[in-house]
């Protein structure tokens, strides 16, 4: 196992659910981290939280990864040690709606794939260069199942799911010359805001998408990425799919009990 202590991490879309939870188990490793979300708030006492049970540093920043000016000059920006980043967790993403493509809101589109896929490209195209100039670099991508297959309604949002897939093994390629590490985490049902923000806030239909089914949590996949982020330097973990036990695929769930 390598040690993250003292090493400096980005999370993207860190003020909630896996990202949230990913900052903390990271912290409580002892990892320096830079925190990235765009509610200004909840980073700060996410921040506040990580000092006082952990006394971890981090640099939180408010940023829109689907800016790429504001991207290449927050990360271009970064000092006192804070540019050497080691690990960069690409976990901002949203889905929103679930409509056939001839009903959906193109706003909805927009949003996810300037999110999903341009937001991740972003801020790797603004970190990546500082990893294969110092010879050393994890990026870990968060992925789902809705990259490997599709479902009805997720039309667009599993679009930009198998656009992270090939970025993700596009991104091994290009890289396999170098010493940095690429990593994919694909979950099934996790318990998070995902159902809120896809359906609009709307409480009783998100609630029903972890009816009667013990759905995996923000912590269960922040534990794998660290796995993945630990392995020794010549070990690098491509893909992990991962699922409740009730889960057998993006449409087959056993809400029976049994």
Request: proline share 4%; aromatic share 4%.
């Amino acid at each position: 196992m390598e040690s993250i202590k003292n090493k400096i991490v980005m999370i993207t879309g860190a003020s909630a659910g896996i990202g949230e939870a990913t900052a903390k188990l990271f912290a409580e490793h002892g990892a320096k981290l830079i925190l990235i979300a765009r509610r200004k708030e909840r980073l700060l006492q996410l921040s506040e939280h990580l000092k006082k049970q952990f006394n971890a540093e981090s640099l939180p920043l408010i940023l829109d990864v689907t800016n790429p000016e504001e991207v290449k000059t927050t990360i271009g920006g970064l000092r006192n040690g804070w540019e050497s980043i080691d690990i960069l967790i690409n976990n901002a993403g949203l889905g929103k709606g679930l409509d056939k493509i001839h009903e959906a809101k193109p706003e909805h589109w927009e949003q996810m794939i300037d999110t999903n896929i341009k937001g991740l490209l972003y801020v790797s195209r603004a970190v990546i260069p500082g990893m294969i100039a110092r010879k050393h670099g994890h990026v870990i991508n968060l992925g789902s199942v809705a990259g490997h297959e599709v479902y009805p309604g997720g039309n667009v949002y599993c679009a930009t799911k198998h656009a992270v897939a090939a970025l993700n093994k596009g991104m091994l390629m290009d890289l396999v010359d170098t010493p940095v590490r690429v990593s994919s985490i694909d979950p099934g049902l996790v318990e998070t805001e995902f159902s809120m923000v896809r359906f609009d806030g709307d409480a009783d239909r998100a609630k029903k998408v972890y009816e009667n089914i013990r759905a995996l949590t923000p912590y269960d996949i922040a534990e794998i990425i660290l796995f993945a982020a630990t392995r020794p330097a010549h070990v690098n973990i491509n893909e992990v799919i991962v699922m409740p036990t009730q889960q057998a695929s993006a449409t087959i769930v056993n809400r029976s009990g049994k």
